[in-house]
């Protein structure tokens, strides 16, 4: 029998209507969405489904949005699926998503854990302070060695080694342009800005930590019941002890994506099945690992074609 991991979406894979025929096909994806609705005492689910777009791109509605329709998907294919991942992981947000998953964080707590860091990331940096964008077709190496140059006592570095063509960098927004001009001389192929409201997993988010902190300290952590491969140090993580720690360092540490993968197939992984809305990660595991498959639940076709693809294994 092959190895399966299960991987989970962050924030930028959101969009209006994800998750709806989950909820109306399967009770188990219906829970999920009622237990989240519950958890904020607010209709997060009618969001999900009918937008408006703007409202479910603010930060702290997407995180916990993204969060539950990952945890509705993994609640169908669970019901479903007689294997058991190996291991589990998520980038950036979908860290907690995996949490929930692997039976470390309940749904509610993580819900709620979200929106406050969502909320906190937001309030960290005003509004056109910091920046983001994506690096396409140049070595991580490089484009870490470029930010350091033209950093000039202002913060800008890696913040997702996403794979080893795209690094998306974060920081003042004054930093981040002086490096996307410095990118291109450096033989970037494309300097992508990123349309998003804070600049984040850099240490412009350093203020964020003390307050996710005082959040998550207060909720109850279990022994994961399948190991995390967290995105600050790609390592396997298993201890309860060591869940919140990582979740508070991840804050401003860049997202180590591209190991994480790594690690997965390390371990013997050979099937990775994403789950939550969109194929992001699906695409950058082909990047970093071609031999490994990918498949993904995000509705019920999605759901049909890849439970064919497991049972075949």
């Known amino acids: 029998m092959s190895k399966v991991a299960f991987i989970f979406p962050g924030q930028g894979s959101q969009s209006v209507g994800m998750g709806r025929e989950l909820y109306e096909k399967f009770p188990e994806a219906k829970a999920v969405f009622d237990a989240a609705d519950d958890a904020l005492g607010e209709k997060l689910s009618a969001l999900c489904f009918d937008g408006p777009e703007d409202a479910l791109k603010l930060t702290a509605n997407t995180q916990p949005a993204i969060l539950t329709v990952s945890v509705a998907a993994h609640a169908v294919i669970a019901k479903r699926l007689n294997v058991r991942p190996a291991l589990v992981s998520g980038h950036s947000l979908g860290e907690y998503s995996a949490l929930v998953a692997a039976g470390a964080l309940s749904l509610a707590d993580a819900v709620r854990a979200v929106r406050a860091r969502g909320t906190f990331m937001q309030e960290a940096v005003p509004a056109g302070v910091g920046a983001m964008a994506a690096v396409l077709g140049l070595d991580p190496v490089k484009v870490k060695a470029v930010c350091d140059e033209v950093a000039q006592n202002e913060v800008v570095a890696p913040a997702n080694y996403n794979s080893p063509e795209q690094t998306v960098i974060a920081g003042h927004a004054s930093a981040v342009e002086r490096a996307q001009a410095k ?36 909720i109850e952590v279990r022994a994961p019941e399948v190991p995390v491969v967290a995105n600050v140090d790609a390592k396997a993580n298993a201890d309860p002890h060591r869940v919140v720690p990582l979740l508070i360092e991840q804050v401003s540490a860049p997202v180590r994506w591209i190991e994480c993968v790594e690690t997965l197939k390390m371990a013997g992984v050979t099937r990775v099945v994403e789950l939550g809305p969109g194929k992001v990660l699906c695409g950058l595991v082909k990047r970093i690992a071609r031999d490994l498959e990918c498949f993904n639940v995000e509705d019920a076709g999605s759901l049909e074609k890849t439970l064919a693809a497991l049972r075949g294994a």
């Not at 001389?185 to 307050?211: N, Q, T």
């Open 183 to 218: 990118l291109k001389e450096a033989g970037a192929k494309r300097v992508v800005p990123l349309p998003v409201s804070a600049p984040f997993h850099c240490a412009l988010m350093v203020p964020v930590k003390p307050r996710l902190q005082a959040v998550l300290e207060g």
